[in-house]
């Protein structure tokens, strides 16, 4: 499978996970990383959050809304939006793919 | 520690997200993970608005992940008791080798612990930062403890200790640590309860005849002490590995089972 946003080296799995929860509706930082944790049960450092974030603004996937109290919501652009259609896809096939083979190996 | 941490992003990225950064770091107690992440994220910031780029990093480089913490568990629970075993077989030889290892795995223990306190530390912050602050001072010991013994060997170093004693203290303290970090583990339920379960007996028990043996309650060598260090290292192993191979499976990527 080609990866979709291979310029994200370690920062591509925190980026998809932050678009797909963008995907709900504007959220700020915060809210992104309780999304992403309860989502994947798996912890998301300020620090790897901002690293994704500021790459994703750099490429137009997500942009910055008028910040309440210091919180800044972010939204999905339609770059953005397409390019987590491609990558879901993507990724959807691949398991397909995989579970096809599973079944294959198994009967 | 929060305003510190900010300070070491570069300027022009505090300007842009100094302010809701610093929001989201008072949501939140940070745990001794989030504050490697954040020293990772500095880095990466750094490295980037110098045009060094870190866009071209894998997952395989320097990172506090759960799966770099699982490894480092796994190794520092074998590290760790073979580096004691060794150490106490070889007392009357030459115990370096043995002091060596153990002190290796002790490191490796703390990075351990640091990769997988994270979710511990949303709910119990000041007994993760105290998990991790004991065996990093007990680190520190042994290391100071380790040069004693090359420098002035049995002769008193610090506080009339002799290296030795220190040493043996700063090893202690990564039991403590681990007995601190199990029991976090066991009431937040992030990693399996047998896991922190195991830990927090094998280092109990350990503790408990290392202040026993300190007390002198036991005159010579009773025959059940080194059942007891056995048993206990064996399950403070075991406890250490399912840890670290739960959150290693913990890690595998998420969005690849979608």
Redesign the interface.
């Known amino acids: 499978m080609k990866p979709k946003t291979p310029?994200?080296?370690?920062f591509a799995?925190p980026s998809?996970?932050i678009l797909?929860s963008l995907s709900d509706g504007p959220k700020?930082?915060?809210a992104i990383?309780q999304d992403v944790e309860q989502?994947?049960?798996?912890?998301m450092?300020?620090?790897?959050?901002?690293?994704a974030?500021?790459?994703l603004e750099e490429q137009g996937f997500i942009e910055p809304m008028q910040?309440v109290?210091?919180?800044?919501p972010y939204r999905l652009t339609a770059v953005g939006a397409s390019n987590l259609a491609d990558q879901?896809r993507g990724?959807?096939e691949?398991?397909q793919q995989g579970l096809r083979q599973l079944r294959q190996n198994q009967s | 520690m929060k305003a510190l941490l900010i300070r070491l992003y570069p300027a022009r990225w505090r300007a842009r997200y100094g302010d809701e950064f610093a929001a989201i770091l008072e949501e939140r107690p940070l745990g001794p993970f989030d504050v490697a992440d954040i020293l990772l994220g500095a880095l990466d910031a750094q490295l980037r608005l110098r045009g060094i780029g870190a866009d071209t990093q894998k997952g395989t480089g320097f990172s506090m992940s759960l799966r770099l913490g699982g490894a480092a568990a796994i190794l520092g629970a074998i590290l760790f008791p073979a580096g004691f075993a060794l150490s106490s077989v070889s007392a009357s030889d030459d115990p370096f080798p043995g002091f060596a290892l153990l002190l290796a795995g002790t490191v490796t223990l703390l990075v351990g612990l640091i990769g997988l306190s994270a979710f511990q530390a949303r709910q119990h912050p000041r007994l993760i930062w105290t998990a991790f602050a004991i065996p990093a001072l007990g680190t520190v010991m042994s290391i100071v403890g380790l040069v004693g013994m090359g420098v002035v060997g049995d002769r008193p170093l610090l506080a009339g200790l002799s290296p030795w004693a220190i040493w043996i203290l700063g090893v202690f303290a990564t039991v403590v640590g681990s007995t601190l970090f199990a029991l976090a583990t066991y009431r937040t339920r992030t990693f399996p309860r047998f896991a922190a379960g195991t830990l927090a007996i094998g280092s109990g028990v350990l503790l408990g005849v290392f202040l026993v043996g300190a007390s002198g309650v036991i005159a010579g060598v009773d025959p059940m002490v080194p059942v007891l260090v056995l048993a206990g290292l064996v399950a403070f192993s075991v406890g250490w590995i399912a840890l670290g191979w739960t959150a290693i499976r913990l890690d595998q990527p998420a969005i690849a089972t979608a």
Request: no cysteine; proline share 3%.
């Open positions: 310029e994200f080296g370690r799995e998809l996970l797909v700020h930082g915060y990383m989502g994947t049960g798996r912890p450092g300020a620090g790897t959050l901002y690293a974030l500021a790459r910040a109290d210091r919180r800044r879901l990724l959807s691949y398991a």
